[in-house]
């Protein structure tokens, strides 16, 4: 690869750090853009990172960055004060990093040039990095929804999910739990696993061996032609978006499934019992039954 290109890790607002005009996305959570882990050593001539808010995942995409950045290479990295922010400097300078911090927006902003000789790069790369999680005994890495636990709300629907038949998706499938138990059923045909994050997709793939499992690394509210006339749709129904609460993605996610399944087809939903999930189905399903209730979810099963 040619020096002078620029790389670019997520959306930093524009008016917190300068983005480059041309560079290359290296987002897991933009569907097509190019994996950072594939990047060659020294190959880029600057990253500008909106560095995401987890401990171990933020050092992991640092200390990505650096690796793939040239010596002398300019690394910009900003968050959110509260989302990781005051860290962004004493993380970098344990890579070796000389470090000048500025304040905007309630951003912490930490620019430095890469230095020739890099520490601690290697341990963040492997705390950071795709893992077997044990007590799960499947793939996953963190950064990735609830990568080391099954969350309470995935628990409640396993527990309650019925045993499905013909072909179906997995809306923000995350590593695959909710799919192999979908899959224990030998009635199922087909199975699409979807999430926006390529990481779970990675994990999912490892975690899955078979052949009725296809994945897509994509967002779920894009249309997908081939996606049409399915029996079924689960979900754990998300409504945080870049760490902020956003009621309407998953309202989005229940208007995608009326979308693709087929007249009769049924939509299984775990959702924080506070959202109103029921305005929302009931001008898109022909029937949506209150199916368990707990103190924190509800689980629904809405049919086209």
């Known amino acids: 690869m040619s020096t002078g290109i620029a790389g670019l890790y997520g959306t930093p607002a524009a008016d917190v750090v300068d983005r480059p005009a041309e560079a290359i996305q290296f987002s897991p959570l933009m569907p097509g853009a190019t994996a950072l882990e594939a990047q060659g050593d020294a190959t880029l001539a600057s990253m500008t990172m909106l560095a995401p808010p987890g401990t171990l995942e933020r050092r992991y995409a640092l200390a ?61 790369l492997t705390e950071g990095g795709p893992r077997l999680v044990e007590d799960l005994g499947l793939w996953s890495q963190p950064g990735v929804f609830s990568w080391d636990r099954i969350d309470p709300a995935t628990a409640l629907l396993l527990e309650h999910l019925p045993p499905l038949a013909g072909r179906g998706a997995d809306f923000g499938c995350g590593i695959g739990i909710l799919a192999r138990a979908v899959l ?51 979900m754990n129904a ?20 009326a979308d693709v399944l087929r007249k009769g087809g049924a939509c299984w939903l775990v959702a924080n019992r506070h959202l109103p999930y029921e305005a929302a189905m009931k001008p898109l399903f022909k029937r949506a039954e209150l199916k368990i209730e707990t103190a924190r979810y509800k689980i629904y099963m809405a049919q086209t």
């Open 64 to 124: 990505q960055a650096l690796r793939a950045v040239m010596p002398g290479g300019m690394v910009t990295a900003a968050a959110p004060k509260d989302h990781g922010g005051t860290r962004l400097r004493k993380e970098l300078q344990a890579f070796g990093c000389t470090v000048n911090e500025t304040a905007r927006r309630h951003h912490r902003i930490a620019v430095c040039a890469r230095p020739e000789t890099l520490t601690g790069v290697d341990a963040a």
């Open 184 to 234: 224990t059923s030998p009635d199922v045909k087909q199975i699409t696993l979807i999430d926006i994050d390529r990481r779970a997709i990675d994990a999912a793939r490892r975690n899955i061996d078979d052949p009725r499992a296809r994945l897509r690394w994509a967002d779920v509210r894009d249309a997908d032609p081939e996606m049409t006339g399915l029996d079924f749709v689960v």
């Open 238 to 257: 998300p409504f945080h978006d870049g760490g902020n609460e956003d009621r309407t993605l998953a309202q989005n996610f229940v208007r995608r499934a």
